[in-house]
């Protein structure tokens, strides 16, 4: 299983106009930027588009860097969201 997707998979194909929802709980994902890591505890602060930051969890995706825009939900990282802007 692979811990990127793009923006063509990001996308809902079920006719709704909310993007990027779980099926489970019905809280949305939202792609954010990494600003700063902290590898010791999986962590990284992270940033969304309107600026907003906060800590999110990174021990499910290998190899995250500044700069990577990952997909967030419940703070955590479930995956890169590449061609995706934070």
């Known amino acids: ?28 994902g939202v792609c954010m930027r990494v600003v700063k890591l902290d590898t010791a505890r999986d962590l990284a602060l992270c940033e969304d588009e309107n600026g907003a930051r906060s800590t999110v969890e990174i021990a499910l995706i290998d190899g995250v860097a500044t700069g990577d825009t990952v997909l967030v939900h419940a703070g955590t990282a479930l995956a890169r969201a590449e061609g995706m802007a934070a």
Not at 4 to 13: H, K
């Open 1 to 28: 299983m692979s811990n990127v997707v793009s923006s063509s998979e990001l996308a809902r194909t079920d006719g709704r106009d909310e993007a990027f929802h779980c099926l489970t709980c019905s809280d949305e």
